[in-house]
């Protein structure tokens, strides 16, 4: 059994292969890049800002509100 090709689907294919390969190279793109940006301020990237808690004043206040 013999197929042939004619130059029409030779093109066609070959449309089908870029799409898929520039497909592939743009997830690949997203994938590895990164996603997050600088903070305000800080000289390296990070993913988390971290905080350190401001002073209580030596103790914790907890306040309870009730009907009684």
Avoid: C, D
């Avoid at 793109?29 to 990237?45: D, E, I, Q």
Wanted: charged share 10%.
């Amino acid at each position: 059994m013999t197929v042939r090709v004619e130059q029409g689907s030779t093109r066609e294919i070959l449309v089908v292969l870029a799409v898929a390969v520039s497909g592939l190279l743009l997830a690949t793109l997203v994938a590895f890049s990164p996603w997050y940006g600088v903070a305000a301020g800080a000289t390296k990237v990070e993913v988390v800002e971290v905080h350190s808690p401001g002073s209580t004043g030596g103790g914790i206040g907890i306040t309870v509100a009730g009907n009684g």
